[in-house]
């Protein structure tokens, strides 16, 4: 069995998992600087080699990263299922905030809310609720 946790690579990871956090609730677990690397370049001391943070109840990991190599896309996507609608709603807004939103969060035909945005760091996102039991239909 395998664990699957995301990793970003970040322009400025401190200021992304910050807005990660408070977008969704949570907290920095732990961060490496490249400064505590021994004979690290003194221009890259404060970067962030690793941090490990949660937000929305799921571990992630983000480091800085060398910018001209960064390329977003909109290939892969973040997908958060959240038990009730108050959530999502409270999620999907926080996280479109300085972002564009590619499909707002509306009712889906499999009975759940669903939309999709991406958030100002180029980050795709999929937002939806638990769907909805269908209590009409019998065993």
């Known amino acids: 069995m395998a664990k699957h946790t995301t990793y970003f690579m970040s ?13 969704l609730g949570g ?3 732990s961060i490496t600087t490249y400064g505590e690397l021994p004979d690290a370049p ?3 001391k404060d970067k ?3 941090m490990s943070f949660k937000a929305a109840g799921v571990n992630f990991y983000i480091s800085d990263s060398d ?10 996507h973040q997908s958060l299922e959240f038990a009730t609608e108050s959530e999502a709603r409270e999620a999907f807004a926080n ?8 499909h707002p969060l509306t009712p889906a035909f499999w ?5 999709q945005l991406e958030d100002k760091y ?3 996102w999929m937002i939806t609720t638990e769907p909805v039991a269908d209590t009409t239909q019998q065993a």
């Open 48 to 50: 962030v080699i690793n």
């Open 111 to 115: 009975g759940a809310l669903f939309g």
């Open 42 to 44: 003194e221009e890259l």
């Open 27 to 29: 907290k920095i677990n």
């Open 95 to 102: 996280l479109s905030e300085g972002g564009k939103v590619t």
């Open 67 to 76: 910018y001209d190599q960064l390329r977003h896309g909109n290939a892969v």
């Open 122 to 124: 180029g980050i795709s």
């Open 11 to 23: 322009e400025d990871a401190r200021a992304q998992a910050e807005f990660y956090i408070q977008s």
